[in-house]
């Protein structure tokens, strides 16, 4: 670890010695639940030089460059990005932590003082690191409220009056009869004056008024032949078709009817083997391996040397791979079985997660797409812990269990025998299968497999990957599609 600066501590202040002790205690709280990167915006304290100063280390390698000393303000508004990233990604963690009361405690006290912009900020090649301030925290002025104008103001109410009095006007004018002729009753016939010996005035005869419909002919008109109206044919809809279910699919009662379901760990190799292409042969990439480690390319040219390790590191990777297919797998697996994830970066220890339920497997799959290898430490694939670790994790006793192991070698952090362990797992929990997904192809961890009654598949391209890891998890019994 290298030191990034030292800061100047109260030693004789209680309340000082108090928050120091604390933040020790928070972080491997929060280490084993976060990835490295992001791990390492939070600088370790170390009392020095008779507890006068705190010095912060971190295990990031390059220049430390307080962030107020940039000078280019894109640049430092990208870190400062970066360092909200980092920020969120701590706070959805904690979110999917399982704490005690006191340590759900600890967490909410130090969250708002790990965001607190008294804190000074360090970037060590494009990484922030937190120096904490240890004093109340200074949290960032809350944006104005914009209180929205009201929309109707007394000219709207004008406008939608007018409105309304056009319509109506339109309205009154459409509908009503100024062109409809008015009834003209018929006049009457003039008085028959007859001449007869004597000359008499004979009065008219008031005949009846003959309605229009009394001068039609006499003679009755043929009825009018309408055709009766034929019901409406409704149609008839055809019935749905019967869902034809997958076949050894788990219905939504079954699943719901489990008190005690299964349950999942996928353990992943995260280390700095996994960097290598799946584009070269085994050979070539066991030559690489001995030109990392035993320096092989001194006689070559700076160049030459910078070709070979970019062919060699190549996409795809067995990184890049692993993660596609891990993250495609996850979905295949049924609902109710809860999935944890052990990370093997570097000795001693392996992360893991907590338990991930169904509806929470994006941000699992968001985690194992961010996975990163880092150098730091020296690296190394802590297997032996990471199974054990995983094992614990699990019943196996009461109901089956499953470990996914996806990986390219075996364990380079201890001496202690790996298959000792599987043979001992599986005396002390009988229904836990373990299966393995072998990348390097090597056989070196198969005894885990045999031992506990499970299988390893050999994947060595891209191709191989995909099928390789249905395969292991089609063996497990735990992909059974939701019946409709």
Request: charged share 25%; hydrophobic share 35%.
């Amino acid at each position: 670890m290298q030191r990034i600066t030292r800061t100047v501590f109260e030693h004789n202040n209680s309340e000082k010695i108090s928050l120091l002790k604390q933040y020790k205690s928070l972080l491997p709280l929060l280490k084993s639940h976060l990835t490295d990167r992001t791990f390492s915006i939070l600088a370790t304290p170390k009392l020095i030089d008779n507890n006068k100063y705190v010095g912060w280390y971190t295990n990031l390698e390059g220049q430390p460059v307080l962030l107020d000393s940039i000078a280019d303000e894109s640049h430092k508004n990208q870190i400062t990005k970066t360092l909200q990233t980092r920020i969120n990604d701590i706070e959805r963690a904690v979110k999917l932590m399982i704490l005690s009361d006191e340590d759900q405690r600890l967490i909410s006290f130090w969250l708002p003082r790990i965001k607190s912009l008294g804190n000074q900020i360090y970037v060590i090649n494009e990484d922030p690191v937190i120096i904490n301030a240890f004093e109340e925290p200074v949290m960032p002025a809350p944006a104005p409220v914009i209180v929205p104008k009201p929309f109707w103001r007394w000219w709207h109410f004008l406008l939608l009056a007018l409105f309304l009095l056009g319509l109506s006007s339109f309205l009154w004018y459409l509908f009503y009869p100024f062109d409809k002729e008015k009834a003209v009753a018929p006049q009457q016939p003039a008085p028959v004056i007859s001449s007869s010996v004597e000359t008499k005035q004979v009065e008219p005869k008031t005949e009846p008024v003959v309605e229009p419909k009394d001068l039609l002919p006499t003679s009755e008109p043929a009825p009018i032949v309408t055709s009766e109206p034929k019901p409406e044919t409704v149609p008839v809809p055809e019935p749905a078709p019967k869902v034809k279910n997958p076949p050894n699919c788990i219905t939504k009662e079954e699943m719901n009817k489990d008190p005690n379901p299964s349950k999942m760990a996928i353990v992943f190799d995260n280390s700095l083997s996994m960097t290598v292409t799946l584009n070269e042969s085994p050979s070539a990439v066991e030559q690489y391996f001995q030109y990392l480690t035993y320096g092989y390319g001194r006689n070559m040219s700076e160049q030459e040397r910078i070709k070979y390790e970019k062919r060699m590191t190549r996409l795809p990777t067995r990184l890049s791979s692993s993660k596609s297919v891990a993250t495609s797998s996850i979905d295949k697996i049924q609902p109710n079985i809860d999935i944890s994830l052990v990370t093997l970066t570097n000795c001693p220890a392996a992360n893991v997660s907590p338990f991930y339920n169904y509806s929470n497997r994006a941000s699992l799959k968001h985690k194992i797409k961010q996975l990163t290898p880092t150098a730091a430490g020296g690296g190394g694939t802590p297997l032996y812990n990471g199974l054990e670790k995983a094992s614990k994790m699990l019943d196996g006793v009461k109901r089956d269990d499953y470990i996914l192991i996806i990986s390219d070698g075996e364990d380079n952090c201890t001496k202690s025998n790996i298959c000792t362990l599987a043979n001992y797992i599986v005396a002390q929990k009988p229904r836990l299968k373990i299966n393995i997904v072998d990348i390097a192809g090597e056989h070196k961890i198969d005894c885990i497999a045999n031992a506990t009654g499970g299988k390893v598949y050999i994947a060595q391209s891209p191709k191989d990957m995909i099928k390789q890891m249905n395969k292991a998890v089609s063996n497990l019994k735990i992909n059974r599609p939701v019946c409709e």
